[in-house]
């Protein structure tokens, strides 16, 4: 509208219109409703058509009834937890926030204030000439126009000076500032309202002047769709040749399904093609299902000291000026608006609530998944230290070099056990002896060790596999890596700055979340330590004194057929446990690890065999049971298994627990949150 004006008549519309006055204003259709103060009053089942709204009886509805179901909702949709990134999360975040936004900006302000003055926002496409009519509507310029597009970089309300108090005060989107206008318009900031109060403005209404909805600045069309929804009334204005624009049908067909309160403006419309644009622009909007009763063309003209002749805009300020006045109309505009919004919620709650859902249920199979893997991971530790597995290379070959040498026939004949005699401070052994022995204790952890750590190792890997097939959970493990980098180099800082000695950090992908942490083999070694020395306090406070086997008749001990697999730590001569409870520690370890696995043993000639049963005798279990005595032994073993599980499991549980760790950084997760918002917006539509 920048250099030329427009002038103002009411367009013929296809059917049924409505009578025009002398001035080119349409009539309200249908009958009257009693306005009531105090008091909001939207219509269930509302019609898209204001004129539809205005033959809906009247419905009185309890506004403080009504404010307290508002702010019900609010604070469960507020509450909503949105912490995964599933697929729609972005939609829903929006969607919640224009929520929100609603509810403030619009719902709650007009419920508490039904009598504040109706606010007709202004909107429409780049240059359709909206400053410049606001400016002619209000007789002085209050809104900046030029030929730079967009102009207008900060919102302009105008209303009456009796009725600035209203947009004034934070009711009305109260987190945006607001400065008042002094004098003649000028550029403002962006995210900035603008008051300007005119004598020219009809008490009870104001005029809001918007951003560009086709801006290419996104902060104005953000300002713009914020303001349409804290708005009573719209009012679309377009160019002639703006109208096909798709920015244009996005915020009608916006309009459309909120139900608003709508009238239309074509501007710059050249006089020699009025009749095929207007024609087009009318039957796009009943295309589009566009209900919009009060329609307005407004020719291309000049303007007078960048104002419209009096006679152009007038038709269109008769409109405001008749919704202002006519209580009818101003009931049915708030009516119709509240409603609009309202009727959104029936579907707008309920999928934020399925959202949520599909958020506690995402939280609950990545939290399984961890579960599982790690269930499994203990499953597969304790078949290991069953089935024999373990009991292969350097475990045993230390056992055969123990077995084949003779020092354990040596040691089962010896009233002493292993080690030190008790008095006189002589040696029963060799030193070779004692040396194979202590690499058979070595070998026996070692694997124990080795097993715990991977199937630790196969866990997480499973589940990062798992987790990073999920986008989310996929999400979550980046984030958690970038924490755990940054970590890292402020350690590193640190350690530089202070005069630390530096850690060793080389190890590339340790600590992360495909693999168990840094810590745990250190951690599986002094669990491990601490279950042979339970195993061993046990053994010297309670057990029998050990006594020379059967079979045992020369200095070599024949062991063949004898089932063992790894799980156990031999014993080890520590100070203060008896050497007769160590050698015991050594036979339970044997006859755990044997049950009920392959065959092992050593024949009678010497050599090393792994089935071989003819000529052999077995030695685990029978051993044991010489040394304890059949029911203690079985008691021990299984109280030696048992024990070393729940180690384990504690260990495979708190690498289980970073994974958790994770999804509770991400947030929390109220798993009956969509039932609240189930429950808030049954209670709306019950007060309506």
Same mark, same amino acid.
């Given at each position: 509208m920048e250099g030329k004006g427009v002038t103002a008549e009411q367009s013929p519309l296809p059917g049924d219109m409505g009578e025009q006055n002398s001035s080119g204003e349409a009539k309200a259709h249908g009958g009257e409703i009693e306005p009531v103060r105090g008091a909001v009053l939207p219509v269930d089942g509302?019609?898209?058509?204001?004129?539809?709204?205005?033959?809906?009886?009247?419905?009185?509805?309890?506004?403080?009834?009504?404010?307290?179901?508002?702010?019900? $909702?609010?604070?469960?949709?507020?509450?909503?937890?949105?912490?995964?990134d599933i697929p729609g999360a972005d939609e829903v975040t929006a969607e919640r926030g224009q929520l929100l936004s609603q509810i403030d900006d619009y719902l709650l302000p007009r419920v508490r204030q039904s009598g504040a003055p109706l606010l007709v926002a202004l909107i429409g496409s780049t240059g359709a000439g909206k400053s410049t009519l606001v400016n002619s509507v209000v007789g002085s310029k209050v809104s900046q126009t030029g030929v730079r597009r967009p102009t207008t970089n900060s919102p302009v309300l105008a209303c009456h000076p009796d009725d600035?108090?209203?947009?004034?005060?934070?009711?009305?989107?109260?987190?945006?500032?607001?400065?008042?206008?002094?004098?003649?318009?000028?550029?403002?900031?962006?995210?900035?309202?603008? @008051?300007?109060?005119?004598?020219?403005?009809?008490?009870g209404i104001a005029l809001l002047d918007t951003p560009d909805i086709d801006s290419v600045v996104r902060a104005h069309y953000d300002f713009a769709y914020q303001f349409l929804d804290a708005s009573d009334l719209w009012l679309f204005m377009t160019s002639a040749s703006r109208y096909a624009d798709a920015p244009v049908w996005e915020l009608l067909q916006?309009?459309?399904?909120? !139900?608003?309160?709508?009238?239309?403006?074509?501007?710059?419309?050249?006089? #020699?093609?009025?009749?095929?644009?207007?024609?087009?622009?009318?039957?796009?909007?009943?295309?589009?299902?566009?209900?919009?009763?009060?329609r307005f063309v407004?020719?291309?003209?000049?303007?007078?000291? #960048?104002?419209?002749?009096?006679?152009?805009?007038?038709?269109?300020?008769?409109?405001?000026?008749?919704?202002?006045?006519?209580?009818?109309?101003?009931?049915?505009?708030?009516?119709?608006?509240?409603?609009?919004?309202?009727?959104?919620?029936?579907?707008?709650?309920?999928?934020?609530?399925?959202?949520?859902?599909?958020?506690?249920?995402?939280?609950?199979?990545?939290?399984?998944?961890?579960?599982?893997?790690?269930?499994?991971? @203990?499953?597969e530790f304790d078949e290991g230290t069953r089935d024999g597995r373990l009991l292969v290379g350097e475990v045993l070959a230390r056992w055969h070099d123990y077995a084949v040498s003779g020092d354990l026939g040596t040691a089962l004949r010896s009233k002493r056990g292993i080690g030190a005699v008790r008095r006189g401070g002589k040696r029963a052994r060799s030193e070779g002896g004692a040396?194979?022995?202590?690499?058979?204790?070595?070998?026996?952890?070692?694997? $124990?060790?080795?097993?715990?750590v991977s199937v630790a190792d196969r866990a997480a890997e499973r589940v990062s596999r798992v987790w990073r097939?999920?986008?989310?959970?996929?999400?979550?493990?980046?984030v958690a890596e970038e924490s755990r980098v940054r970590d890292e180099r402020a350690k590193r800082e640190f350690e530089s700055a202070f005069g630390t000695e530096p850690v060793d950090r080389s190890t590339g992908k340790e600590g992360a979340f495909d693999r168990s942490s840094r810590d745990l083999t250190a951690r599986v070694s002094r669990a491990v330590s601490a279950w042979q020395d339970q195993l061993l306090r046990l053994l010297s406070s309670g057990g029998p004194t050990p006594r020379t086997p059967r079979g045992m008749s020369d200095g070599r001990a024949k062991i063949?057929?004898?089932?063992?697999?790894? !799980?156990?730590?031999?014993?080890?001569?520590?100070?203060?446990?008896?050497?007769?409870?160590?050698?015991?520690s050594v036979m339970a370890l044997v006859a755990m690890l044997g049950e009920p696995g392959g065959v092992i043993g050593v024949t009678q000639e010497g050599s090393a065999t792994a089935e071989g049963k003819d000529g052999n005798v077995t030695v685990s279990r029978e051993l044991l049971d010489s040394l304890l005595g059949a029911a203690e032994s079985a008691a021990l073993i299984t109280n030696a298994r048992q024990d070393l599980k729940q180690r384990v499991a504690l260990l495979l549980e708190g690498e289980m627990l970073r994974?958790?760790?994770? +999804?509770?950084?991400? !947030?929390?997760?109220?798993? +009956?949150?969509?039932?609240? @918002?189930?429950?808030?917006?049954?209670?709306?539509?019950?007060?309506?």
């Amino acid at each position: 509208m920048e250099g030329k004006g427009v002038t103002a008549e009411q367009s013929p519309l296809p059917g049924d219109m409505g009578e025009q006055n002398s001035s080119g204003e349409a009539k309200a259709h249908g009958g009257e409703i009693e306005p009531v103060r105090g008091a909001v009053l939207p219509v269930d089942g509302n019609e898209r058509g204001m004129s539809a709204n205005w033959e809906r009886p009247r419905v009185r509805v309890d506004a403080r009834l009504l404010e307290a179901t508002l702010l019900n $909702l609010r604070k469960r949709i507020a509450a909503v937890p949105l912490v995964f990134d599933i697929p729609g999360a972005d939609e829903v975040t929006a969607e919640r926030g224009q929520l929100l936004s609603q509810i403030d900006d619009y719902l709650l302000p007009r419920v508490r204030q039904s009598g504040a003055p109706l606010l007709v926002a202004l909107i429409g496409s780049t240059g359709a000439g909206k400053s410049t009519l606001v400016n002619s509507v209000v007789g002085s310029k209050v809104s900046q126009t030029g030929v730079r597009r967009p102009t207008t970089n900060s919102p302009v309300l105008a209303c009456h000076p009796d009725d600035m108090h209203w947009f004034a005060e934070n009711m009305f989107l109260p987190t945006l500032p607001r400065v008042r206008q002094e004098g003649l318009a000028r550029p403002g900031r962006d995210g900035l309202l603008v @008051l300007a109060a005119s004598e020219e403005m009809t008490r009870g209404i104001a005029l809001l002047d918007t951003p560009d909805i086709d801006s290419v600045v996104r902060a104005h069309y953000d300002f713009a769709y914020q303001f349409l929804d804290a708005s009573d009334l719209w009012l679309f204005m377009t160019s002639a040749s703006r109208y096909a624009d798709a920015p244009v049908w996005e915020l009608l067909q916006h309009a459309r399904d909120r !139900g608003a309160a709508l009238g239309v403006v074509l501007s710059r419309v050249p006089p #020699g093609h009025r009749t095929e644009l207007v024609a087009h622009f009318n039957a796009m909007l009943d295309a589009n299902g566009i209900q919009a009763t009060d329609r307005f063309v407004i020719p291309e003209t000049g303007l007078v000291d #960048g104002i419209l002749p009096d006679d152009i805009f007038q038709p269109i300020r008769d409109w405001l000026d008749d919704t202002a006045k006519r209580d009818d109309r101003r009931v049915a505009v708030l009516s119709q608006t509240m409603s609009g919004i309202l009727d959104t919620f029936k579907t707008r709650v309920p999928m934020l609530a399925a959202h949520v859902d599909a958020q506690v249920a995402l939280r609950t199979r990545l939290r399984r998944e961890a579960e599982i893997a790690y269930a499994g991971a @203990l499953t597969e530790f304790d078949e290991g230290t069953r089935d024999g597995r373990l009991l292969v290379g350097e475990v045993l070959a230390r056992w055969h070099d123990y077995a084949v040498s003779g020092d354990l026939g040596t040691a089962l004949r010896s009233k002493r056990g292993i080690g030190a005699v008790r008095r006189g401070g002589k040696r029963a052994r060799s030193e070779g002896g004692a040396t194979r022995y202590a690499a058979l204790d070595t070998a026996l952890r070692a694997a $124990l060790q080795s097993l715990a750590v991977s199937v630790a190792d196969r866990a997480a890997e499973r589940v990062s596999r798992v987790w990073r097939d999920n986008p989310a959970g996929a999400a979550l493990l980046a984030v958690a890596e970038e924490s755990r980098v940054r970590d890292e180099r402020a350690k590193r800082e640190f350690e530089s700055a202070f005069g630390t000695e530096p850690v060793d950090r080389s190890t590339g992908k340790e600590g992360a979340f495909d693999r168990s942490s840094r810590d745990l083999t250190a951690r599986v070694s002094r669990a491990v330590s601490a279950w042979q020395d339970q195993l061993l306090r046990l053994l010297s406070s309670g057990g029998p004194t050990p006594r020379t086997p059967r079979g045992m008749s020369d200095g070599r001990a024949k062991i063949s057929d004898t089932p063992m697999s790894s !799980g156990g730590a031999t014993s080890r001569d520590r100070d203060g446990v008896g050497r007769d409870a160590a050698l015991a520690s050594v036979m339970a370890l044997v006859a755990m690890l044997g049950e009920p696995g392959g065959v092992i043993g050593v024949t009678q000639e010497g050599s090393a065999t792994a089935e071989g049963k003819d000529g052999n005798v077995t030695v685990s279990r029978e051993l044991l049971d010489s040394l304890l005595g059949a029911a203690e032994s079985a008691a021990l073993i299984t109280n030696a298994r048992q024990d070393l599980k729940q180690r384990v499991a504690l260990l495979l549980e708190g690498e289980m627990l970073r994974f958790g760790e994770v +999804i509770d950084e991400a !947030g929390p997760v109220d798993a +009956i949150a969509a039932v609240r @918002l189930y429950q808030a917006e049954y209670s709306l539509e019950a007060a309506r």
